[in-house]
Nanobody, 121 residues
Framework: QVQFVESGGGLVQAGGSSRLSCAAS????????MGWYRQAPGKQRELVAF???????KYVDSVQGRFTISRDNAKNTVYLQMNSLKLEDTAVYYC???????????????WGQGTQVTVSS
């Protein structure tokens, strides 16, 4: 059974930082491209960063230079370090394996509960 458990969000002031964690189970983690997605109110869920099994990373332009994705294969965990947070980063953040990084399609239909990140002015 595939399961993702996200943690680490909260209320952060603009310009601040936050670190998210996602523990995965039920998958062969070290072989998967892992990604962080976010869904802001009234918007579709979007892939913001991913990391492949070799450690290569890619980010959407809106977070490039501010967010850093990393992974610990021994712990089946993927992280997202978010710095210089902006109001527009407010969203619920989820992780999933990535099936197609070009269109952002997730590999699994099941999602965790997500973790809310709220950036205040």
């Amino acid at each position: 059974q595939v399961q993702f458990v996200e943690s680490g969000g909260g209320l952060v002031q603009a310009g601040g930082s936050s670190r998210l964690s996602c523990a995965a189970s039920g998958i062969i983690f070290n072989s998967k491209v892992m990604g962080w997605y976010r869904q802001a109110p009234g918007k579709q869920r979007e892939l913001v960063a991913f990391i492949n099994s070799g450690g290569m990373t890619k980010y959407v332009d809106s977070v490039q230079g501010r967010f850093t994705i990393s992974r610990d294969n021994a712990k089946n965990t993927v992280y997202l370090q978010m710095n210089s947070l902006k109001l527009e980063d407010t969203a619920v953040y989820y992780c999933n394996a990535v099936s197609d990084w070009v269109n952002g399609r997730p590999r699994y239909d099941s999602w965790g509960q997500g973790t809310q990140v709220t950036v205040s002015s």
